[in-house]
C-alpha cells in the first residue's frame, strides 16, 4: 500500500480521489487497511460502500446504520437469518437512532443474497420483497426448504431481473408460475435442482417472462417440450440444460429454429443427446460463443458435426469432456474456431501429443486449457502449449503422469500469466519442475496432491516467488515438513485454502508457521500423528478467520488445543474432529462456545462419552445446520435432542 | 279398479318380458293366475300418486320456471302440426278404424265381464275353456293395441311406413315386446288432433289418464329436468320425445344385473355384447363365419321401420320407471344397467385411496380414483381445474393471473366429520332460497326446481364446469341409511321433506 512519506501528501487529496483510489481496492483485506487509517478514510468508506457481506448477524442493524448507500447485501454467511430478524430490520433500523425513517436501507437495495438462508421463511422474504422497491437480483439458491410459498413472496418484487432459485427443492410449477406471472422483467433465472419443475411451468415462464436472456434448467425432468417453449425466447443467450435426462436430439431440433440470439448453450450430461443433436444447434447458430457438451458424446465426434463446427467462428469455448477425439478432428477445430479462449478435454480418448500440438498451434488466445486424465500426453505437449498459448491462465493436467520438469520448465518461461494449475497425481512433478513452475509469479492456485517427489525445497520455491498464492493442495505430498512451511508461510501471506492431509512429517513447528497466514480461512489436515495440542492452538490463535477445519484422525490432539480452539477459532463455520481424542469437556465447549458453527462431523470420538455428545449438541443445537455422529448414538441418544434438533432443521447422517 | 283396467296394468308389466321370448301367452298365464304380484303392483303404485297429489306445491314451484319450457313446446306442436300437413291421412278412414275399434273394444268387455261372471260361479280348480278365453282376451287386446297404433302412427311420419308390417300378424306384436302407449294424442295438444281424443278414450291405462290431464304440466318439468341433468348416462339434452312416440321395454332386474346378455346358444358362454358373440360363433361352424352371420344384426332390420326404443327402470316409483307420473325414459340399455346399479343397488365399489366413496358401476371407481386425491387446481381469480395444464392454460391466457397456493387449512378442510357435513347440508337444504355455500357445490338453486328424488345425482349436480358426474355431491359421507332405499323413505322425500332426501342420498 501507500508508504508512510507520502501520507502527507495523502491527506491534501480530495474526496472525489480518495474514493478513486478507494473504488480500486479489490481485496476486502486492502479496504479494511483502508478505512483504518482514519476517520476521514473511514468516511470515504461509509459513504462509498456499495456491497456488504455479513458474516455475523448481530451486527447487521449496526452495518445498516452505517453504509446508507448499500446496494448489495449479502447474508449467506449468516444462516441464522428468519422472519424474526428480517421484520426488526425492517421496522427498527433507520439512518439514524432518532430517525423517523424505519427500513431505509432497503430502500436502495439492488441485490440480495439470501443463498443457505434456511431460517427464511415466506413471511420474512415477503417482507424484504416488499421493502426493497428497486431489487432487482435475489439469491435463494440451496436454500432447500423453499417452495411456492416462497416463490409467491418473492414475486412481489416487480422489477426483479436477476433470480437464483437453485435446489429450492419444494418449489413447483405453480411457484414458477408465480413468480413467471409477477416478476415478468426476469432476464436471468436458474432453477437447478428444483426437482419438481415440469414442462408446464417452463412453458409457462417463456410465455410470460419474454425477456429471459439467462435460464439454467439443469438436472430437471423436463422434456423436449420444454425446449419447444425455450425456443421461443428470442433473447435467450444462455441456456443450461445440463444433465437434463429427458431431453434428447428431438428436442435440441427445437433449439435449431428457435433462440435467434443464442450464445451459450450446455448439454453436458444429458444422457438423450447424440452428435446429431449437437449438429442442429451448430447449424442453427453460427454465432455461438460457448458449447459445452461434456459426457454426452461417447462415440467419436462425427464427421458431420465436425463439418458444421467449421461454420463456428466466433466459438470461444468448447467442452466436449468424455468423448473419443482424433487428431483430425483437433486440426479441423484448430483450423477454424481460432477464437477459442478455453478447451476442455477433460477425459477424452485419444488425445495425443500430436493432436494437442496441432490445436494449439493456432489457438493463439487460448485461456483455459483442461487436459485431466488425458494420460498419454508429455512434456512435448506441454513445450507446444507454452509456446503457442502465452496467454494460458488456467491448466489443468491432473495424472498426466509423463509431464517431467521440462515441460513445466516451458510452462514457467512462456506462460507468465498462468494463474491456475492442476498437478494432482503428476508424478514426474519434483522440486527442479517447482523451481521451473515458481516463475509464473501470478499463481494464485497450485495443487500438487500425490506428488510424492517433492520436498521442502521444492515448496520453498512456491514459497519465495508465487507470492498471490491463494489456494494449495498438498495432499499426501509425504516429502512436505515444517522446513517447507515455514518457506511459504513468509511468502503466500494470502493463502486462503491450504491442504495438508496425510503430509506425516508435519509437527506443532509446522503448524505454528501455519498460524502465521492470517488470511487462511480453510485448513485440511486429515491424519497429522506428530501434531499435539500446541501445534492446534497456534493455527487457532493465529488464523482468526479460519472457518472450516478438516483434523480427522489428528488422534494426538490433546483438550489444551480444543480449548484454544473454542476460545479463539470464533469464525469456523465447518469442523470435522472424527477419531480425535477430544473430551466431553472440550466438545461441549467448542461446540458451545464457536458461535457460526454450522456443521459438524463427531464419528468415533473415543474420549467422548454419551453424555458429553448429548451435552454438546445441546449447546449447539440452535445454530448447527448439519451434524454427522455414530450411527449407534442414534438409540442412546435422548430423543429430546434429537427431536430439537430436527425441528430446527438440523440434518443429521448417521455414521 | 276394474279387471280391464287391471289386466292392462298387468299387459303393461309383463309384456316387456316377451321381448326375450316368444311363448307370450303361456307366460301371460302364468302371471294370470298369480293374484299377488297383480295386488303388489298395485299397492306399489298407488301411494306415488298420493304423494303427486300432495306435492302441488312442487308443481306450481315448477309451473313458475315455464318460461324455458313454452318455446319448445310451441317448437314441438309446431312439428306435428307440419308433419300432419305433409302426410295426407284420411280422416273418414280413421273414423273408420276407431268406430272398428270401439267395437271391438266393447265386445271385449263383454267377454270379460262373461269371464267374471263364470269365475264367480265355478270358483274350482283351472278350467281349459278359461284358458281359452283368456288367451282369446289376449289376442283380441293385441290386435287393439296393434290397430290403434297404426291408426295413431298415421299421424307421425317416422311409424307410417311401419304401419303394415306392425298390423299383420300377432306373432309379431308379440315380438314387440312393450306396451305402446295408445294415446299418442297427450302430445298433441287441444283441437290438433281431435280423432286421437276418441282413440284415447277407447282402451287406456288407468295411469295415463293422469298423464293426458297433466300434459302441460308434466311436460314442463320433463324439460326443466332435462336442463338439470348433468349426469351423462340420463343425458337427453336434445331430445323431446313426446309420449307415446317411442316404444317403451323394461328390463327385469335379473337381467338388469346378469354379467352378460348374450350367450351363445350352442356352448352358453355369455358376451357383454353382440359383437363379442358373433365372433365367438365363427369357432362354431362355418356356416357363423359368413358375412351375414358377422354383421351386425340391426343393419337388415334397418330397411324395416324402427320405432324409437326407449327403456324403463323396473323399479316402482322410480321416474325411470315407466309408470311414474313424470317419468323419463332411458335411452339404452347400458343406461338402464348403470341407473339401475347406481340408484337401485348398493355401492359395493370403495375407492381404495379415500376409503369413504362407494360406487356401484365400477367405471364410476375408476373415474373418480383417476381424480381421487388430487388438488383441486385453483386460479386467482377464483376459477378451479381439476387439471395442472387446464391451470396453466388459462394463467397463459389471462394477464395477471396465477395459480393460488392453497393453504393448508383449505387443504384440510374436505375431510370433515361426517356429522359436520351432513349437518351442512342440512342447513342447505333448509335455506332453500338464499344461502350459498362457500366450499362445497350443493347449489341451493337447484333444488328448487327439481321435484324427483330418485335422481339424486342429478340433484346435486351443480349447474356449471366441467366437474365429473356426481358433482360435489358425493363430497359428503354417507349416512348410515345411505342403502335403504324403501318407499317408506321414498314417501318422505315425497311430502317435502328436503332435509330428509337429503339425509338419503
Same mark, same amino acid.
Given at each position: ?58 451486527? +447487521? ?69 416488499? #421493502? ?38 419444494? +418449489?413447483?410449477? =405453480? ?28 412453458? +409457462?415462464?417463456?410465455?410470460?417472462? =419474454? ?9 430437471? !425432468? ?11 425466447? /428470442? ?142 500426453? %508429455? ?57 521451473? +513452475? ?13 506428488? %510424492? ?97 478438516? $483434523? ?9 488445543? &480444543? ?25 461441549? $465447549? ?6 457460526? /458453527? ?58 | ?15 316387456? !318380458? ?119 282376451? %289376449? ?36 315380438? &314387440? ?103 365367438? $360363433? ?12 358377422? #354383421? ?150 337447484? $333444488? ?18 366441467? %366437474? ?38
Amino acid at each position: 500500500m501507500l508508504s508512510f512519506q507520502s501520507s502527507k501528501n495523502l491527506l491534501s487529496l480530495t474526496e472525489d480521489l480518495l474514493v478513486r483510489i478507494y473504488e480500486l481496492l479489490a481485496a476486502e483485506s486492502d479496504r479494511k487497511s483502508f478505512r483504518l487509517v482514519c476517520r476521514e478514510f473511514r468516511r470515504i468508506d461509509t459513504l462509498t460502500r456499495r456491497h456488504l457481506r455479513v458474516i455475523r448477524i448481530e451486527f +447487521l442493524p449496526i452495518l445498516l446504520r452505517k453504509y446508507p448507500r448499500l446496494q448489495s447485501l449479502d447474508l449467506s454467511a449468516c444462516p441464522r437469518i428468519d422472519d424474526g430478524v428480517v421484520s426488526l430490520l425492517l421496522t427498527r433500523v433507520g439512518p439514524g437512532s432518532n430517525s423517523p425513517i424505519l427500513g431505509h436501507w432497503a430502500w436502495g437495495l439492488k441485490s440480495l443474497v439470501l443463498s443457505r438462508a434456511t431460517g427464511l421463511r415466506f413471511s420474512g422474504l415477503e417482507m424484504l420483497a416488499r #421493502a426493497c422497491p428497486c431489487l432487482e437480483s435475489v439469491d435463494v439458491s440451496y436454500c432447500c426448504g423453499f417452495g411456492d410459498r416462497e416463490a409467491a413472496a418473492l414475486s412481489s418484487a416487480v422489477g426483479l431481473r436477476e433470480l437464483n432459485m437453485d435446489k429450492c427443492l419444494q +418449489l413447483t410449477d =405453480v411457484g414458477l408460475a408465480k413468480i413467471a406471472v409477477g416478476c415478468s422483467k426476469l432476464e436471468k433465472l436458474s432453477l437447478k435442482w428444483c426437482m419438481e419443475m415440469t414442462d408446464l411451468g417452463i412453458d +409457462l415462464l417463456c410465455k410470460k417472462c =419474454v425477456d429471459l436472456k439467462y435460464l439454467d434448467v439443469s438436472y430437471l !425432468k423436463v422434456t423436449n417440450e420444454s425446449l419447444h417453449s425455450i425456443a421461443s425466447l /428470442l433473447k435467450l443467450e444462455v441456456l443450461g440444460l445440463m444433465a437434463c435426462p429427458l431431453i434428447d436430439d428431438v428436442g435440441l431440433h427445437f433449439i435449431e429454429r428457435g433462440c435467434p440470439s443464442l450464445k451459450v448453450i450446455d448439454v453436458s450430461r444429458c444422457e438423450g443427446v447424440s452428435s446429431s443433436g449437437l449438429i442442429f444447434v451448430v447449424r442453427g447458430h453460427r454465432n455461438l460463443l460457448e458449447l459445452k457438451a461434456g459426457y454426452c458424446l461417447s462415440q467419436e465426434l462425427s464427421t458431420a458435426l465436425l463439418h458444421q463446427m467449421k461454420n463456428l467462428n466466433h466459438l470461444e469455448v468448447i467442452r466436449i469432456d468424455g468423448a473419443r477425439i482424433s487428431e483430425t478432428s483437433f486440426q479441423v477445430i484448430s483450423a477454424n474456431c481460432k477464437s477459442l479462449v478455453e478447451i476442455g478435454l477433460s477425459k477424452c480418448l485419444g488425445v495425443t501429443n500430436m493432436g494437442i500440438m496441432r490445436l494449439v498451434s493456432a489457438c493463439i488466445n487460448l485461456r483455459v486449457l483442461n487436459l485431466t486424465c488425458c494420460h498419454s500426453i %508429455t512434456d512435448a505437449a506441454i513445450s507446444a502449449i507454452a509456446y503457442s498459448c502465452r496467454s494460458l491462465v488456467c491448466l489443468k493436467v491432473e495424472s498426466c503422469n509423463m509431464i517431467t520438469e521440462k515441460g513445466l520448465c516451458q510452462l514457467g518461461s512462456f506462460c507468465l500469466l498462468l494463474e491456475e494449475i492442476d498437478l494432482t497425481d503428476c508424478c514426474g512433478v519434483n522440486d527442479k519442475g517447482l523451481e521451473y +513452475l515458481s516463475r509464473c509469479s501470478e499463481l494464485s492456485c497450485l495443487k500438487l496432491g500425490l506428488c %510424492t517427489n517433492i520436498s521442502n525445497k521444492g515448496l520453498s520455491y512456491i514459497g519465495f516467488n508465487c507470492l498471490k498464492i491463494h489456494e494449495l493442495d498438498l495432499y499426501r505430498c509425504t516429502g512436505i515438513g515444517d522446513d517447507g512451511l515455514e518457506a511459504l508461510s513468509n511468502g503466500c501471506k494470502k493463502l486462503r485454502k491450504l491442504n495438508l492431509s496425510y503430509c506425516n512429517e508435519v509437527s506443532d513447528r509446522g503448524l505454528g508457521y501455519i498460524g502465521r497466514l492470517e488470511e487462511l480461512s480453510d485448513l485440511e489436515m486429515r491424519a497429522l500423528h506428530k501434531i499435539t495440542g500446541v501445534g492446534l492452538e497456534a493455527v487457532a490463535v493465529g488464523c482468526k478467520r479460519l472457518a472450516d477445519l478438516d $483434523m480427522k484422525h489428528c488422534e494426538k490432539v490433546g483438550d489444551s488445543g &480444543f480449548w484454544a480452539l473454542a476460545y479463539y477459532s470464533k469464525n469456523l463455520r465447518q469442523i470435522n474432529l472424527s477419531y480425535c481424542g477430544i473430551s466431553d469437556m472440550a466438545l461441549c $465447549m467448542v461446540m458451545g462456545n464457536l458461535s457460526r /458453527l454450522q456443521e459438524a462431523k463427531l464419528v468415533h470420538l473415543s474420549n467422548c462419552t454419551v453424555e458429553g455428545v448429548e451435552l454438546a449438541l445441546r449447546a449447539c443445537c440452535v445454530r448447527i445446520k448439519k451434524v454427522k455422529l455414530f450411527a449407534p448414538l442414534r438409540f442412546m441418544l435422548s430423543s429430546e435432542i434429537l427431536e430439537i434438533l430436527h425441528a430446527r432443521g438440523c440434518i443429521i447422517r448417521w455414521d | 279398479m276394474d279387471l280391464k283396467e287391471r289386466v292392462c296394468g298387468e299387459l303393461q308389466k309383463e309384456v316387456p !318380458k316377451g321381448a326375450s321370448f316368444t311363448n307370450f301367452n303361456t307366460q301371460h298365464q302364468q302371471k294370470w293366475e298369480d293374484p299377488s304380484s297383480t295386488s303388489d303392483y298395485s299397492t306399489r303404485i298407488e301411494p306415488p300418486f298420493q304423494a303427486f297429489n300432495q306435492t302441488s306445491q312442487t308443481q306450481s314451484l315448477l309451473l313458475c320456471n315455464n318460461q324455458i319450457k313454452v318455446p319448445m313446446q310451441d317448437g314441438s306442436v309446431n312439428d306435428l302440426l307440419q308433419a300432419s300437413k305433409i302426410q295426407d291421412w284420411d280422416p273418414s278412414a280413421m273414423l273408420n278404424n276407431l268406430s272398428f275399434l270401439g267395437q271391438k273394444i266393447h265386445q271385449l268387455q263383454d267377454l270379460v265381464y262373461l269371464i267374471i261372471g263364470r269365475k264367480g260361479q265355478v270358483l274350482g280348480g283351472p278350467d281349459e275353456l278359461l284358458v281359452q278365453q283368456q288367451q282369446l282376451v %289376449t289376442a283380441d287386446l293385441t290386435s287393439i293395441i296393434v290397430q290403434l297404433i297404426s291408426t295413431a302412427g298415421s299421424l307421425l311420419p317416422s311409424v307410417k311406413q311401419t304401419l303394415s308390417a306392425a298390423t299383420t300378424s300377432l306373432g309379431q306384436c308379440g315380438e &314387440f315386446g312393450g306396451v305402446v302407449f295408445p294415446s299418442s294424442a297427450q302430445g298433441l295438444n287441444d283441437g290438433v288432433q281431435p280423432q286421437n281424443a276418441g282413440g284415447s278414450k277407447v282402451s287406456e291405462p288407468p295411469n295415463s289418464v293422469d298423464i293426458t290431464s297433466n300434459n302441460g304440466n308434466e311436460q314442463s318439468n320433463h324439460i326443466i329436468e332435462e336442463h338439470e341433468l348433468k349426469d351423462e348416462e340420463d343425458a337427453e339434452e336434445g331430445e323431446n320425445l313426446l309420449p307415446g312416440t317411442y316404444e317403451i321395454l323394461q328390463l327385469e332386474k335379473e337381467e338388469i344385473l346378469a354379467p352378460h346378455t348374450h350367450f351363445c346358444t350352442i356352448c352358453g358362454k355369455g358376451f357383454k355384447r353382440d359383437a363379442n358373440l358373433r365372433m365367438h $360363433m365363427r369357432g362354431h361352424g362355418e356356416e357363423y363365419k359368413t358375412p351375414g352371420a358377422l #354383421a351386425k344384426p340391426t343393419k337388415e332390420s334397418s330397411s324395416e321401420p324402427t320405432i324409437i326404443k326407449r327403456y324403463s327402470c323396473p323399479y316402482a316409483g322410480c321416474k325411470r320407471n315407466k309408470d311414474h307420473k313424470k317419468f323419463q325414459p332411458l335411452k339404452t340399455i347400458l343406461c338402464v344397467k348403470n341407473h339401475y346399479k347406481r340408484t337401485h343397488c348398493d355401492k359395493s365399489y370403495i375407492c381404495s385411496r379415500c376409503n369413504t366413496k362407494k360406487f356401484s358401476v365400477i367405471a364410476d371407481l375408476k373415474t373418480h380414483e383417476k381424480h381421487c386425491g388430487k388438488d383441486k387446481w385453483l386460479c386467482s381469480c377464483g376459477t378451479t381445474f381439476s387439471r395442472k395444464d387446464k391451470l396453466f392454460g388459462h394463467i397463459t391466457l389471462f394477464q395477471g393471473h396465477t395459480p393460488a397456493i392453497p393453504s393448508d387449512e383449505i387443504k384440510a378442510a374436505p375431510a370433515g366429520t361426517s356429522d359436520g357435513a351432513t349437518n351442512k347440508v342440512g342447513s342447505v337444504n333448509f335455506n332453500l332460497s338464499s344461502y350459498v355455500s362457500s366450499e362445497s357445490e350443493v347449489q341451493s338453486s337447484s $333444488m328448487d326446481i327439481k321435484g324427483g328424488i330418485d335422481d339424486a345425482v342429478g340433484y346435486f349436480s351443480p349447474l356449471s364446469f366441467d %366437474t365429473c358426474n356426481f358433482g360435489g355431491f358425493h363430497e359428503f359421507p354417507r349416512p348410515p341409511f345411505d342403502d335403504s332405499e324403501s318407499s317408506f323413505a321414498f314417501l318422505l322425500s315425497r311430502s317435502c321433506n328436503y332435509s330428509q332426501k337429503s339425509g338419503e342420498e
